[in-house]
Nanobody, 127 residues
Framework: QVQLVESGGGLVQAGGSQRLSCVVSGGALNNYAMGWFRRAPGKELEFVGGIGRLGRSANYGASVQGRFSISRDNAKNTVYLEMNSLKPEDTANYYC????????????????????WGQGTQVTVSS
């Protein structure tokens, strides 16, 4: 059974940086495109970014473009979300997700495409 566990959340000041990790077990990471999503209080689930199976391509949501970066280490079965220039509006519960159906070099933005999800990690950005 594939399981995803996020870590690295916490409280950070506006303008600061935070790195989230997502460890995948029960399956080889290179079988999946990976995505990060977030949900802020009272808001819908939002696509943050995704990375293809081989890590050669990534795409990002408009609100984080240029500030966030996704990478993956297939040997360690781990995906990372590097968040820079954080803003209070980045406060949310962040989830990683695995998609086994994406094309080799792409990642999808629709949450319904993802097969497995982590439990989430809270990021709070103070002003």
């Amino acid at each position: 059974q594939v399981q995803l566990v996020e870590s690295g959340g916490g409280l950070v000041q506006a303008g600061g940086s935070q790195r989230l990790s997502c460890v995948v077990s029960g399956g080889a990471l290179n079988n999946y495109a990976m995505g990060w999503f977030r949900r802020a209080p009272g808001k819908e689930l939002e696509f943050v970014g995704g990375i293809g199976r081989l890590g050669r391509s990534a795409n990002y949501g408009a609100s984080v473009q240029g500030r966030f970066s996704i990478s993956r280490d297939n040997a360690k079965n781990t995906v990372y979300l590097e968040m820079n220039s954080l803003k209070p509006e980045d406060t949310a519960n962040y989830y990683c997700a695995a998609d086994r159906g994406a094309a080799l070099y792409s990642s999808r933005t629709n949450a319904r495409a993802y097969d497995y999800w982590g439990q989430g990690t809270q990021v709070t950005v103070s002003s």
